[in-house]
């Protein structure tokens, strides 16, 4: 009986032995794994590269592994020769620290993207780039002698922006761009933006992003011509915009009758738009949108973002999935806010001073939105305050603090099967076509609709 006692308890250690040697193996197995993730996504600099020139910078640029700083001052693009004044960052898992540094960009000195992110893994830090006009003006307010003077001041980038980043993983970080030089500028888009523009066409756009899990964070885009700030296009995806300014210029659209020069495209095109007399009492957006996705470039994560004076504001009503947090979309020339299908905005707001709050692009449905509407008392145009398309949304409008607005304009619903919570003085409008929606508003509230479920509050109450 001892004899199996001891056999049995021998055969139990070590089965223990064993069962501790095996765990062993596995925790040190599972921790190399788990570093080897770690390492993979992290920049791993192997040497710090020291440059103090733009040519420099160049070269560098293009290796890995490397902590790259170049030496705080200001620097001109034009010190590169002409046809190597790319900034081509092919390589992969740098720091690229250009803080404290300034690079002028004479407009017309380069057509294509000056600076180009094609490695992966790379944190591209600080730097101000400023496209800067060879005559030293800094603000267009003359767009006669400005579109008059093609040749040097509206050069254009064929379309191009002034950052592209085709590679994955990376990082633009605290960038400031100030982008000038398209034709034309001063019209916003109402002599075309594609293949049937009428005077020829050259954009000038901020960052273009090509690439996979790349993110914006801390930047600034002052987008002083037509194009827009920041766009992700195919085969993007997953990109994040965070505490980021995208900020373009407005013009109204009865200046354009103050243009009679035989040279100047309102006289050239009779005054006309889309066969139609150029209106005389809205504000024409000179640039593009200031976050756009086009069809194809993905999802986006957009997060205390602020965009001003743009054609749309956050506009990613084409991507595959969208989610907008504590964001300002204001003074925009088309909408403010649009989503895809299923996106959402929470701790958000926006106005309606020269287009609509949100336009519900293309009737996108199923959208969950928080946005706080700040009044807007010197509102130009026919627009409403929101035009609510498509079917199934969550929607709660918050009102600022201050006094009750005067200017109430509607916000008009016309899908079906919403809730809308409207804790704002501004009236709702449900069209014939609206029905079987649920509505609880501070505001009047008129129903052309049918089935449609209506709760009038007196006053704003929590949540």
């Known amino acids: 009986m001892r004899n199996f006692q001891k056999l049995v308890s021998r055969k139990l250690l070590n089965n223990i032995g064993y069962s501790l040697s095996f765990f062993v193996v596995l925790l040190v197995f599972t921790t190399m794994c788990l570093s080897f993730k770690a390492e993979d996504k992290a920049v791993m600099h192997t040497s710090k590269i020291e440059v103090s020139t733009l040519a420099a910078l160049r070269d560098a640029v293009q290796k890995s592994n490397q902590m790259i700083v170049m030496a705080p001052g200001s620097y ?274 926006g106005n309606f001073t020269y287009a609509p709050l949100s336009d519900f692009r293309l009737s996108r449905s199923h959208q969950d939105i928080e946005l706080t509407i700040l009044p807007s008392p010197n509102a130009v145009g026919p627009h409403n305050l929101a035009d609510v398309l498509g079917d199934n949304h969550h929607i709660v409008l918050h009102r600022s603090e201050g006094p009750i607005d005067q200017n109430l304009r509607p916000i008009v619903v016309k899908g079906k099967h919403s809730s809308i919570r409207n804790e704002t003085e501004y009236p709702i409008v449900l069209e014939p076509s609206a029905s079987n929606n649920t509505i609880v508003s501070f505001g009047k509230v008129t129903d052309h609709g049918t089935n449609n479920k209506i709760t009038q509050i007196e006053q704003v109450q929590g949540d």
């Open 76 to 349: 001109t693009l034009t010190s590169l020769p002409e046809g190597s004044r790319k900034l081509v960052c092919s390589g992969s898992n740098n720091l690229i620290d250009l803080s404290g540094v300034y690079v002028k960009v004479p407009v017309g000195a380069i057509k294509e993207s000056y600076i180009v992110i094609s490695g992966n893994h790379n944190t591209f830090k600080g730097g101000t780039f400023e496209d800067a006009y060879v005559n030293g003006l800094k603000e267009v307010t003359d767009f006669s002698r400005y579109n008059q003077d093609r040749s040097t001041l509206a050069f254009g980038l064929k379309g191009q922006a002034v950052l592209s980043v085709t590679g994955n993983d990376n990082i633009i970080l605290n960038t400031k761009l100030t982008v000038r030089g398209s034709f034309p500028y001063g019209y916003g888009s109402i002599y075309g933006i594609g293949r049937d523009n009428v005077f020829g066409l050259d954009k000038r756009c901020g960052i273009l992003i090509n690439g996979k899990r790349n993110t914006v964070d801390g930047c600034e885009v002052q987008q002083e011509a037509f194009g827009h700030g920041i766009y992700m296009q195919q085969p993007a995806d997953e990109t994040l915009i965070k505490n980021t300014l995208v900020e373009g210029r407005m013009r109204p659209s009865a200046d354009l009758y103050e243009e009679t020069h035989p040279k100047d495209l309102p006289v050239r095109s009779d005054y006309m738009t889309k066969g139609k007399p150029i209106p005389k009492n809205v504000m024409y957006p000179l640039s593009e949108d200031g976050i756009r996705v086009y069809t194809h470039g993905g999802s986006v994560i957009v997060e205390n973002c602020t965009v001003k004076k743009m054609r749309g504001g956050i506009r990613v009503y084409l991507a595959s999935k969208a989610t907008v947090t504590n964001s300002i979309a204001v003074d925009c020339g088309a909408t403010n806010f649009n989503l895809p299908k299923n996106g959402k905005i929470t701790g958000s707001s």
